[in-house]
């Protein structure tokens, strides 16, 4: 059996869609499937459409999700799941019709302890499309293995992911302290205690990223407050690459610092970007044909900007918390999304 286990929180407006696409997933022969949805208390109709929908389709349960947040969700699925194979998914990103079937063999073939797809985003405007393009850049990502649509190998981390019951029992389910990052909190444990993650090019997905700027840079911060409590839990983060939008931030205070006494730390820096951002713009668009109007290369330096300030400073602010002292559990956490 293969249990397929997905968090939700106010989700109506995807729930149909997302379980019609679990539903239709192309199986290999003998393979069960069983879903399990870890409902966040929703209150926009979002139950009301999984009760439909479980009632219709045995092969479908929802649970109840008390504390909201994705880890919890995550956790008390796999505790109800009875897959030999547990594979997470996201409603908001649209799958293959094989995208399990090809977990399932990318797990045979590498022996691996969790697989996944390159993390593929798709715009259907033209701010989500500069959002996309920029998401998909190496320029803009430090060069994520995870965005490389080509890649089949080993990575650091993996979009979602693809587990057997015996890899989830060795490394343990999600930590729910972390509201954010608790897949690469995830992923870094596995390496840490020997385990391998596995990318396969054959395992297609496309995500549908945020839809304005603010979107995009609240949705960093979270992700940057979040890092330095999984560096303080390994004392390592998942990747060099996660510390420089961190650098870059204090590169711009330490140069306002400096402001009264010497300019030129300032203008340098200011240039210096200037022409990152122009030559990443290029750069992003070269990368995505369908991205290249002018409506999207107008859009591309602020969403890079927006990647990099928002996880930088949203990394400063957790650090700053933690040395407060701050005690990050599951209700302080929701205060903080």
Not at 74 to 83: F, P, Q, S, V
Not at 126 to 131: F, L, V, W, Y
Request: proline share 5%; aromatic share 10%; hydrophobic share 40%.
């Amino acid at each position: 059996m293969l249990s397929v286990i997905a968090p939700c929180r106010n989700e109506a407006a995807h729930i149909g869609p997302f379980c019609e696409s679990v539903a239709a997933q192309q199986l290999p022969p003998g393979v069960e499937l069983e879903v399990l949805i870890a409902d966040g208390r929703s209150d926009d109709g979002t139950r009301d459409r999984l009760d439909d929908w479980c009632m219709r389709d045995a092969r479908f349960r929802w649970l109840d999700n008390p504390d909201l947040i994705v880890s919890s969700g995550l956790n008390r699925c796999i505790a109800a799941a009875r897959g030999e194979v547990l594979a997470r998914l996201d409603l908001h990103s649209s799958y293959a019709p094989d995208y399990l079937g090809q977990c399932l063999a990318a797990l045979q073939r590498s022996g691996a302890d969790n697989v996944g797809g390159p993390w593929r985003a798709v715009g259907h405007t033209p701010m989500q499309s500069a959002i996309a393009a920029a998401f998909q850049s190496r320029w803009v990502v430090g060069g994520a293995r995870s965005r490389d649509l080509d890649y089949e190998g080993e990575v650091d981390t993996v979009y979602l992911g693809c587990w057997p019951r015996a890899s989830l029992e060795r490394f343990g389910g999600f930590d729910e302290q972390l509201v954010r990052n608790q897949d690469d909190e995830h992923n870094l444990r596995i390496r840490l205690q020997g385990g391998r993650i596995w990318q396969s090019s054959a395992i297609r997905s496309t995500y549908t990223p945020r839809g304005s700027l603010r979107q995009l840079f609240r949705q960093q911060f979270q992700y940057g407050y979040w890092r330095p409590f999984v560096m303080r839990k390994h004392g390592q983060p998942g990747s060099l690459r996660q510390l420089v939008p961190a650098a870059f931030v204090a590169a711009i205070a330490l140069a306002l610092l400096l402001l009264p006494w010497w300019r030129w730390p300032l203008a340098g820096l200011a240039l210096a970007y200037g022409g990152y951002l122009a030559t990443a713009t290029v750069l992003a668009a070269l990368q995505a044909p369908r991205e290249r109007s002018a409506s999207v290369l107008l859009r591309l330096p602020p969403v890079i900007a927006a990647y990099q300030l928002g996880y930088g400073l949203g990394s400063w602010r957790g650090l700053l918390d933690l040395l407060r002292g701050r005690r990050v559990t599951g209700a302080s956490a929701k205060m903080s999304r």
